[in-house]
């Protein structure tokens, strides 16, 4: 007999497995019962990770409910494409568990409402999961922050840039429609706005956009001269970049090629397809209910890969720079090498931009201090494992960094996205408390 808390998983994708494994390791504390995925192909691959005979419950999305009452689950974790996940949520509050979804919480005005309705009439909790509050130097700003040393806030910079193998993934599936995850701005910058609003314990109160498409999807191919493409990927990555070819990874083969035949799902379509609904370029000013604000943009085309971040205070400046990738560079047999520190001496050139963080701390009158980060093991700087010990822990919101975030965090994090969707079709700033965020419905 276990005290293990038991769980169902909807939306067995790629994202699920930090979850399949992090269940895993922590037997005493979570057991996955029941999981759902409208393609069986991706429960078929990730069942080996299970002793034989011990593999999860399947069911089908429709019987959520269903399978809540009949397995005792406790708690559901939500790992769908992001339009899914107001009715996932809602529905499994609704049925009498408690929820852990993945970022975003959701993608629009309804879906907030919705889930909100749900925990009011349930009276059950949610979890939204932020990892990357939890990666060591996102923490370690917070702690500048908040001890102090450059004051109160006044403004903050940031500048997030994903690159060519990284930023062109969104535009090769099912994120490259904004009605499936509200753009880039929900669906990837809900992770920056959410650090911003935790960095700096504030809230987000007007929102003015700008952004379009202007480098993937046809017409700017067509712009730029670019002949006929290949439809999808696989087959095609020797002699094209922009191809994605799934049989080259053991996980893209096994959750997505070999599982086409069920849904039909393609996972490597062409960046440069006609019909691409979301933006590839945004920049955003907002405001914050401390009287803050805060300049961002975005780029998803660019040749590296990180992000640059001051945070203004009144007695000085915090900078946080990230390298995450200096290079996307292509090897002698004309395929991507999406990780050219895992291959030293390949391109000596790659050198001059290595994967590196630093922090630095200037007060006025002070030189500038770098401050330490203290990494622990595993991924993202042992930020992955802690997540999970406080998913799985129920760890509380007092925890000194107040890392786990509730419907509210999430909340607030889409909302700078939501009313970023509003301003780019408006052209005007918009007023977040105007949205209808706070009410259920
Ligand atoms: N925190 C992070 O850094 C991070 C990283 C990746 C993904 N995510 C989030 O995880 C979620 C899943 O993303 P992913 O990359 O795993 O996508 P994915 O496409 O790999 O997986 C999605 C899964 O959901 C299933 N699905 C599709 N439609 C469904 C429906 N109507 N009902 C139930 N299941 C359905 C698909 O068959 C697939 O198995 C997204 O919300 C995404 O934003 C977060």
Redesign the pocket.
Known sequence: MTDAERYAL???????ELYLDGILARPELARLVAW????PG?QDYYEAKFPPGRAPHRFD?AELETAIAEHGVQRVI?????F??AE?VSRALLAGADVVV???LTIDVDGVRRIRHALDESGRSLVT????RYSPRNSALKRVIASGRIGQVTSVHFEWVLDTAHGADYFR??HRYKKN?GGLLV?KAS?HFDLVNWWIDAAPVRVFASGGLRFYGAENAARRGLGPRPERGTGHAAEDPWSLDLTLDAKNKG??FDAEKY?G?L?DRDVFDPGITIEDNLSLVVDYDTGASMSYSLNAHSPWEGYRIAVNGTEGRAELDVVERGAVLRGPDGFVVVDPSAQPGLFPAADVRPPSERLLVQRHWEPAEEVPIEAGTGGHGGGDALMLDHVFGRVSSDEPLHRIAGVDDGVRAVSVGIAGNRSLETGAPVVVSELGLDAAQ
């Open positions: 909807i939306g067995t994708g790629s994202r699920a759902s995925d409208p393609n991706r999305p939500v790992t769908t494409p992001d899914t996940h996932y993945e970022k975003p999961t932020f990892n990357y599936r099912w995850n669906h992770h959750l997505y849904d799902y996972r």
